[in-house]
């Protein structure tokens, strides 16, 4: 009686021991899917971070290109001003683009791919410190490009509000409403000496020159510095793609 008792007690021990084993095996196989799982969203989403790089290259380039398009139309317009030159009439400031140093250009990262990466606990692991880092100095070149636009469109908003209460602006306006077909009339009667308006301290003046130089010295360089920030990062995620 006792041995059968004995044997059914080892195969009872023996029948949970397999069940327990079960269990760890389902467990660690569901685990193991999970993790597979959470491999392939971050894959799919550092595919997205690519996109939003490409896009802010693109963002990037155009704004460069405008920013640069204004502060050469400056730089002409100042040079002629301090050579004392005829400067009249409303074509010489059309053709010069100076009403793009008028434009409020900023930034606007693409960030869905990015926000997908950084709230993925896996992408939190050691393996993935040199993305964070590369991710991280992409992210501070944009703050720092985006400070340095705000401090210029600030100044200039400011200026161009002063501008309006002295006077500088009122025939400016006059004459680019015309332009614009927003009146009946085919031209302005009161032409427009640059010369004049630039002698006094004018905030117009002071517009040109501030925004000659934040372009030029800041923010070229730094919309340069951005993109060639980010395709280090781009860099840096193909080739984990590639190594997967």
Known sequence: ???????????????????????????????WNGQKKDVRTLQNDLEYVLEDIAEDNTDLLILRDQRKTGAQGCSKFLDEFMKG????????????????????RKFKRNQNGFDKVLSSKLFQGAEFKTLREKIDEYVNEIERLIYDEERLNYFIEEKELEAF???????????N??????????SVNNEIDWQNILKSKSSL?????????????????????TIDVGAELQLAIEKYLSEL
């Not at 209460?165 to 004459?175: R, T």
């Not at 003046?205 to 510095?225: C, F, M, S, T, W």
Request: hydrophobic share 40%; net charge negative.
């Open 1 to 31: 009686m006792e041995n059968k008792t004995g044997k059914y007690l080892k195969y009872a021990i023996g029948e949970i021991v397999l069940v327990i084993i079960g269990i760890l095996l389902a467990l660690q196989i569901n685990e």
């Open 85 to 104: 030159g005829e400067m009249k009439g409303f074509s010489y400031w059309i053709n010069n683009n100076l009403n793009e140093v008028f434009y409020e």
């Open 165 to 175: 209460s002295n006077g500088n602006f009122s025939i400016l306006y006059e004459h």
């Open 177 to 186: 409403r015309v332009r614009k077909g927003f009146s009946n009339l085919e």
């Open 205 to 225: 003046k002071a517009i040109l020159l501030r925004y000659e130089d934040d372009v030029i010295r800041l923010l070229i360089p730094q919309y340069g510095e």
